[in-house]
C-alpha cells in the first residue's frame, strides 16, 4: 500500500519553543492531507486539513497561529507547533489522500510524539 | 454529519479465545467504515474496510467485521487471538464524498491473556 512517512518520530522540547514536523507521501501525490492529535489513550482528534497550495482547514477549538499548517507541495505538509508547552505534548498523526480521492484511500503516518519540557 | 460509538473502553481476552469489538455508528447518509489497530508507540494500521458490497469483510490478523445497516453496527471478530494481537483498536466513520473526513471511535483496549 501505499506509504506515508513523518518526521521526526519524537521530538523534545523546551517550553516556549517552536517545533516541526514534517509528513511526506513517499509514494503518490497527496493534494489533501490530514494532521491528528491524540492524547494518551486517547482517540484522534482531527486537527486541520491540509491541501495544496492553500491555507489550511481547522477544525474547531484549534488555535490555527499556535499549530502552523503549510502544504507547499504535492508530497509534503508540514506542522509547526509554535511557541510550545507542556500541554502540547501529545502524538501528532498526518495522514494523506489520494488526489480527488476519498477517504477510503487515505493513508497514515507513523506519527510523532512530541513532549514539551 | 457521522459519528461513532465504541461500547468498550477495555476488552480482556484468554489466548486463543475468540474475541468481539463492538462499533455502533450514526449517520444520514451512507458511510464508508474502517477498523484500524494501533500497537504500543506506533501509527495506525488499517485492518479492514467497508465501502460497499458484501457486508462481511474480512482483513488482516484473521479479523473480520460485519456492516449491519439496520442496526447501524460494525463489529469487529476474531475467532481465536494471540498475544500479539494485544493493541488498542479503532472504529472510523467517513462519509463518500472527497471532502468527508473520517472520525474515529474512543478505542477500545484488547488485553490478551496467557
Known amino acids: 500500500g501505499a506509504v506515508v512517512s513523518q518526521h521526526p518520530s519524537w521530538v523534545i522540547c523546551k517550553s516556549g519553543t517552536s517545533v516541526k514536523i514534517e509528513c511526506r507521501s513517499l509514494?503518490?501525490?497527496?493534494?489533501?492531507m490530514f494532521w491528528y492529535r491524540q492524547f494518551p489513550k486517547q482517540s484522534l482528534m482531527l486537527m486541520a486539513t491540509?491541501?495544496?497550495?492553500?491555507?489550511?482547514?481547522?477544525e474547531q477549538g484549534v488555535e490555527k497561529d499556535k499549530f502552523l499548517i503549510n502544504h507547499a507541495s504535492l508530497t509534503l505538509s508540514t506542522l509547526t507547533v509554535t511557541s510550545a508547552h507542556p500541554e502540547d505534548s501529545s502524538f501528532y498523526i498526518c495522514?494523506?489522500?489520494?488526489?480527488?480521492?476519498?477517504?477510503?484511500?487515505?493513508?497514515f503516518g507513523p506519527g510523532t510524539r512530541l513532549l514539551v519540557l | 454529519a457521522q459519528s461513532v460509538t465504541q461500547l468498550d473502553s477495555q476488552v480482556p481476552v484468554f489466548e486463543e479465545a475468540p474475541v468481539e469489538l463492538r462499533c455502533n455508528y450514526s449517520?444520514?447518509?451512507?458511510?464508508?467504515l474502517f477498523w484500524y489497530v494501533q500497537y504500543p508507540n506506533q501509527g495506525l494500521q488499517l485492518l479492514l474496510k467497508?465501502?460497499?458490497?458484501?457486508?462481511l469483510v474480512k482483513g488482516i490478523n484473521g479479523f473480520e467485521a460485519e456492516f449491519n445497516k439496520s442496526q447501524t453496527s460494525f463489529h469487529l471478530r476474531k475467532p481465536s487471538v494471540h498475544i500479539s494481537d494485544t493493541a488498542e483498536y479503532f472504529c472510523?466513520?467517513?462519509?463518500?464524498?472527497?471532502?468527508?473526513?473520517?472520525?474515529f471511535g474512543s478505542g477500545t483496549r484488547l488485553s490478551i491473556r496467557p
Open positions: 449517520s444520514s447518509v451512507s458511510v464508508y
Open positions: 495522514s494523506a489522500r489520494f488526489p480527488g480521492q476519498g477517504p477510503e484511500t487515505q493513508y
Open positions: 509514494d503518490f501525490q497527496a493534494t489533501t
Open positions: 467497508y465501502l460497499s458490497g458484501s457486508t
Open positions: 491540509s491541501n495544496e497550495g492553500s491555507k489550511a482547514t481547522y
Open positions: 472510523a466513520v467517513s462519509g463518500y464524498s472527497s471532502a468527508s473526513k473520517i472520525i
